[in-house]
């Protein structure tokens, strides 16, 4: 029917299946299935990310996501190997004040999630007032490329102690407290979590007291990154009255940074866990207080601002994580394809309209070259040959089906053959009256 045979059917399919296949490949790039493992950096062993990684990766794992943590000096490592693409490091945790998004252009944030306290443990029996009175002792800083040797720089090259003055050791974490307890330094300067088993651990010791800073206030506004935190008597262990009295700490906030290029979903249940873990009340957060979706040194992730704002979304509300990117990728096909076909469809009628005038014209064309002919003086094969011509064209017309909307051109054609017809019909008694002349 219409002239179309099997051969062009096979090919309109198989057309249409490379079509799809191709649109399948591109959304593979576009849209490709996330990663199974990523690689987080967190800190040293013991370390206050380690164990924030350590509870975001038990709930990645519901979602069969393998959260890989290894382990840096802190923040400012944790930032250079998400600059570095070759390190396979996708998410790091760092705290503010060590770089932005102009330093690290390739980094993002999820937004803050917990208030970062610094502590100042000192050994002896005297109460520290003063920053400076830290002068000329043996204080653990923190290691190499951490954040927290970088706050105590900054906080304590403020108060006019430094290098030149004191012993500076870059330990840090279970070293720093080890060295602390026993005599080997003076002081160690922490950034941990006040229920971290290290700080509930020094708070208890009581060769072991906790530096209560004066002129907080002035430190924020000279760091804008640092904020002023108050640990209220009691709090540690309210029966025992540990602390004795408030103690007023600095801190700065804990962001979780990310590749810009991590995996969307990824980043979706990054965040779920984020909100999870961190919304709770804590002792210096309120509850719902954190995770942030403002981060005043780092980009923050679209994902991460629609969720804290929106909540999930739908495809991830409604259905597994391992099945939202098929769906997209569905999704944007059955768009893709729509887009397509959908003006295909509109321009169809005309096409077909067209097409079937061109065919009935091309018919109409042999009809005239037939009755072109017949002007001339034929003979008897010549006007076989057109008789034949005419059965040709006759037959084409049946074959070709005209649909019902266009059987006005079919008859019209109809009517135009059997006029011909008769026309050769009145030409082969006219050569045979001749021939019976003739003999």
Same mark, same amino acid.
């Given at each position: 029917?219409?002239?179309?045979?099997?051969?062009?059917?096979?090919?309109?399919?198989?057309?249409?299946?490379?079509?799809?296949?191709?649109?399948?490949?591109?959304?593979?790039?576009?849209?490709?299935?996330?990663?199974?493992?990523?690689?987080?950096?967190?800190?040293?062993?013991?370390?206050?990310?380690?164990?924030?990684?350590?509870?975001?990766?038990?709930?990645?794992?519901?979602?069969?996501?393998?959260?890989?943590?290894?382990?840096?000096?802190?923040?400012?490592?944790?930032?250079?190997?998400?600059?570095?693409?070759?390190?396979?490091?996708?998410?790091?945790?760092?705290?503010?004040?060590?770089?932005?998004?102009?330093?690290?252009?390739?980094?993002?944030?999820?937004?803050?999630?917990?208030?970062?306290?610094?502590?100042?443990?000192?050994?002896?029996?005297?109460?520290?007032?003063?920053?400076?009175?830290?002068?000329?002792?043996?204080?653990?800083?923190?290691?190499?490329?951490?954040?927290?040797?970088?706050?105590?720089?900054?906080?304590?090259?403020?108060?006019?102690?430094?290098?030149?003055?004191?012993?500076?050791?870059?330990?840090?974490?279970?070293?720093?407290?080890?060295?602390?307890?026993?005599?080997?330094?003076?002081?160690?300067?922490?950034?941990?979590?006040?229920?971290?088993?290290?700080?509930?651990?020094?708070?208890?010791?009581?060769?072991?007291?906790?530096?209560?800073?004066?002129?907080?206030?002035?430190?924020?506004?000279?760091?804008?990154?640092?904020?002023?935190?108050?640990?209220?008597?009691?709090?540690?262990?309210?029966?025992?009255?540990?602390?004795?009295?408030?103690?007023?700490?600095?801190?700065?906030?804990?962001?979780?940074?990310?590749?810009?290029?991590?995996?969307?979903?990824?980043?979706?249940?990054?965040?779920?866990?984020?909100?999870?873990?961190?919304?709770?009340?804590?002792?210096?957060?309120?509850?719902?207080?954190?995770?942030?979706?403002?981060?005043?040194?780092?980009?923050?992730?679209?994902?991460?601002?629609?969720?804290?704002?929106?909540?999930?979304?739908?495809?991830?509300?409604? *259905?597994? @994580?391992? $099945?939202?990117? %098929?769906?997209?990728?569905?999704? +944007?096909?059955?768009?893709?394809?729509? /887009?397509? =076909? &959908?003006?295909?469809?509109?321009?169809?009628?005309?096409?077909?309209?067209?097409?079937?005038?061109?065919?009935?014209?091309?018919?109409?064309?042999?009809?005239?070259?037939?009755?072109?002919?017949?002007?001339?003086?034929?003979?008897?094969?010549?006007?076989?040959?057109?008789?034949?011509?005419?059965?040709?064209?006759?037959?084409?017309?049946?074959?070709?089906?005209?649909?019902?909307?266009?059987?006005? *051109?079919? @008859?019209? $054609?109809?009517? %135009?053959?059997?006029?011909?017809? +008769?026309?050769?019909?009145?030409?082969? /008694?006219? =050569? &045979?009256?001749?021939?019976?002349?003739?003999?």
């Amino acid at each position: 029917m219409l002239g179309i045979s099997r051969w062009f059917l096979f090919k309109v399919i198989a057309a249409s299946l490379i079509a799809v296949g191709a649109s399948s490949l591109v959304l593979l790039y576009f849209v490709p299935s996330p990663p199974s493992t990523v690689v987080t950096a967190t800190s040293q062993v013991g370390g206050g990310y380690e164990f924030l990684g350590q509870r975001y990766q038990a709930i990645l794992a519901r979602a069969g996501v393998k959260l890989e943590l290894i382990h840096t000096g802190g923040s400012s490592e944790n930032i250079k190997l998400l600059q570095d693409k070759n390190s396979g490091v996708m998410i790091g945790f760092a705290q503010g004040g060590v770089a932005n998004s102009q330093l690290a252009p390739d980094v993002m944030s999820l937004g803050r999630v917990n208030y970062q306290p610094f502590w100042l443990f000192y050994r002896g029996t005297d109460t520290l007032v003063s920053m400076q009175q830290l002068v000329a002792q043996h204080i653990a800083v923190g290691a190499e490329g951490s954040g927290t040797q970088l706050a105590a720089a900054q906080i304590l090259g403020l108060s006019g102690v430094n290098s030149k003055n004191t012993t500076f050791s870059p330990l840090g974490g279970a070293a720093a407290v080890k060295a602390l307890k026993e005599g080997t330094v003076d002081s160690a300067f922490l950034a941990y979590s006040p229920n971290a088993p290290i700080v509930q651990s020094l708070m208890r010791d009581p060769d072991i007291r906790v530096m209560s800073l004066n002129r907080t206030e002035a430190l924020t506004r000279i760091f804008p990154h640092l904020v002023e935190l108050k640990l209220p008597e009691g709090v540690i262990d309210f029966a025992r009255n540990i602390p004795g009295s408030d103690v007023n700490l600095i801190g700065t906030t804990n962001a979780v940074l990310v590749r810009k290029d991590l995996h969307p979903h990824i980043v979706h249940l990054l965040v779920k866990a984020l909100s999870e873990e961190h919304r709770k009340p804590g002792l210096f957060e309120r509850a719902g207080e954190f995770p942030t979706a403002i981060d005043p040194e780092f980009d923050v992730s679209d994902v991460a601002a629609s969720f804290y704002k929106n909540g999930p979304s739908f495809l991830h509300g409604l *259905l597994p @994580f391992w $099945l939202v990117t %098929h769906v997209q990728r569905f999704l +944007a096909v059955s768009f893709a394809v729509a /887009a397509i =076909l &959908l003006p295909v469809f509109s321009y169809a009628p005309k096409m077909y309209t067209w097409f079937v005038r061109e065919r009935l014209r091309a018919l109409y064309r042999r009809l005239r070259a037939i009755e072109a002919d017949l002007q001339n003086d034929i003979s008897s094969a010549h006007l076989g040959a057109l008789e034949t011509e005419l059965q040709s064209v006759d037959r084409a017309a049946t074959i070709f089906g005209v649909p019902m909307r266009h059987s006005d *051109l079919f @008859f019209s $054609l109809k009517v %135009h053959i059997d006029l011909l017809r +008769a026309r050769l019909a009145s030409r082969r /008694a006219e =050569l &045979l009256r001749r021939e019976i002349r003739a003999a």
